[in-house]
T-cell receptor
């Protein structure tokens, strides 16, 4: 059973469209990270959010941490084929243990 | 600076055979992790080391899996005997310290195991 639930599991969109990926849990996290993983590679950190309600922007990617620090979202504006990958959220509990969600596979068609 | 190095990248074995994976973390990183990742799923922690001490091995199936990090640098993960359900990607990651809310994990490319 995953501590973090990600939705949707799969997402396929056309280049230029927007998308949002969600990460939800019943647990409170001291911080939450988003990683992106491409086929045959290990996950790579995109962002870390720490404060409830925090919003971080990384070019066309916007990350939000829920007020209660139980959920997060990732929004991509004007998606490009290079955004294709497996997006993983990972929550860190008070004992510093990092737990990953099952991921959302995003495919951006040219 | 070199990243996390894992070997082998691919391994195909018959069930009941042993297999070993090796990981060399980023220089200076005290914390080393072994994760298991099934296709289309997120990584699941097997074991976490702080230097040479295994501080979290609660998810490691100790009847067939073992790991070591003798000198607090590189690490080996072993499976003996392997079962069909062990087919997966084994990821190694390292970080400067796990006792932080914001620490970044640096992952290797993984070792893909296929058990026939």
């Amino acid at each position: 059973t995953q501590l973090l639930e990600q939705s949707p599991q799969f997402l396929s969109i056309q280049e230029g469209e927007n998308l949002t990926v969600y990460c939800n849990s019943s647990s409170v996290f001291s911080s939450l990270q988003w990683y992106r993983q491409e086929p045959g590679e290990g996950p790579v950190l995109l962002v870390t959010v720490v404060t409830g309600g925090e919003v971080k922007k990384l070019k066309r990617l916007t990350f939000q941490f829920g007020d209660a620090r139980k959920d997060s979202s990732l929004h991509i504006t004007a998606a490009q084929p290079g955004d294709t990958g497996l997006y993983l959220c990972a929550g860190r509990s008070n004992d510093y243990k990092l737990s990953f969600g099952a991921g959302t596979t995003v495919t951006v068609r040219a | 600076e070199a990243g996390v190095v894992q070997s082998p990248r691919y391994k195909i074995i018959e069930k009941k055979q042993p297999v070993a994976f090796w990981c060399n973390p980023i220089s200076g990183h005290n914390t080393l992790y072994w994760y298991l990742q099934n296709l289309g799923q997120g990584p699941e922690l097997l074991i976490r080391y702080e230097n040479e001490e295994a501080v979290d091995d609660s998810q490691l199936p100790k009847d067939r899996f073992s790991a070591e990090r003798l000198k607090g640098v590189d690490s080996t993960l072993k499976i003996q005997p392997a079962e069909l359900g062990d087919s997966a990607v084994y990821l190694c990651a390292s970080s400067t310290s796990s006792a932080t809310n914001t620490g970044e994990l640096f992952f290797g490319e993984g070792s893909r195991l296929t058990v026939l």
